[in-house]
């Protein structure tokens, strides 16, 4: 990718999440990155495009930061603990650092599902990782090491919404509570 394309990305992620992106035009991306209208519109047909950059971007620091758990020295266990954690806490600051674009994302979330198939793809494909890993270290036992990394995305999924929310501590439970609860789910379940 260019360093303009970059910038440009840069400053339409901080203006649509200062004024949000119905507010902001590509003049005012033009203008705030001092480039011209023409340099724009070389990297980007409308505001929609340039939009839907900013949020694949974002998606792609987001994998970046998750796959640092996978050459983590720990075992499986652990290392799944870890993904969860730092995935929820990643997605609930991604979402936060971009202000107003919250709205957008929450708003319209059929565009951001277009962009996130390749962000669950590379999740799934870490999940894979980790599971493979515990299998052969005899800490999981599972029919299909893809059917449960997919249970997994999806179910961390659900809980993107809640956890930005802050759904979880309205009802009081803390981070460490939390934290419990998944765990206990994720490995032993609810069957008494």
Known sequence: MSKTREMLIDVARQLFAREGVENTTMNDIAKASRKGRRTLYTYFKN????YMAVV????????EGLSSVIPMNLPADEKLVRYIFKRLDAIKETVFRNGTLRAEFFRDIWKVEQVRKKFDAQEIDILKSILTQGV???IFKTPSVEVSALTLHYSLRG???????????ELGITRFTLREYILDLVFNGIKK
């Not at 694949?56 to 994998?63: A, K, M, R, S």
């Not at 809980?159 to 501590?169: A, E, H, K, M, T």
């Open 47 to 50: 505001k929609n495009e340039i």
């Open 56 to 63: 694949e971007t974002e998606l792609g620091h987001l994998v």
């Open 136 to 138: 052969n270290e005899g």
């Open 159 to 169: 809980l993107d919404v809640p956890y930005i929310r802050g759904v979880f501590s």
